[in-house]
């Protein structure tokens, strides 16, 4: 089992930053692919980015590689995610997500954060 609980969302202009973190909790944390999903109102969840347990291997959504980057600490239990650039179709609500295989599709992901909202004005 895996708890996950995100927070550093909110209200930010275009162009500007925002540093999501994902505090797990529970055991067996470093061997799980982290990933960072989102979801805007009326829309699917979407894949952001995703790490390996050895952070040696991420991945990233076209639309935000250059823009955000993921990190872990597994020390800490703590995932990152680095949100530069933001433009206002980033708006959404952010999910951090854990499971023991890495994918990009949320249905095969076991562990879920209860999202935490950005907000990008134009």
């Known amino acids: 089992q895996v708890q996950l609980v995100e927070s550093g969302g909110g209200l930010v202009q275009a162009g500007g930053s925002l540093r999501l973190s994902c505090a797990a909790s529970g055991r067996a944390f470093n061997s799980y692919y982290m990933a960072w999903f989102r979801q805007a109102p009326g829309k699917e969840r979407d894949f952001v980015a995703a790490?390996?347990?050895?952070?040696?291997?991420?991945w990233y959504a076209d639309l935000v590689k250059g823009r955000f980057t993921i990190s872990r600490d597994n020390a800490k239990k703590m995932v990152y995610l680095q949100m530069n650039s933001l433009k206002p179709e980033d708006t959404a609500a952010y999910y951090c997500?854990?499971?023991?295989?890495?994918?990009?599709?949320?249905?095969?992901?076991?562990?879920w954060g209860q999202g935490t909202q950005v907000t990008v004005s134009s």
């Open positions: 997500a854990a499971d023991p295989y890495y994918s990009e599709t949320d249905r095969t992901y076991d562990y």
């Open positions: 790490i390996s347990w050895s952070t040696t291997s991420t």
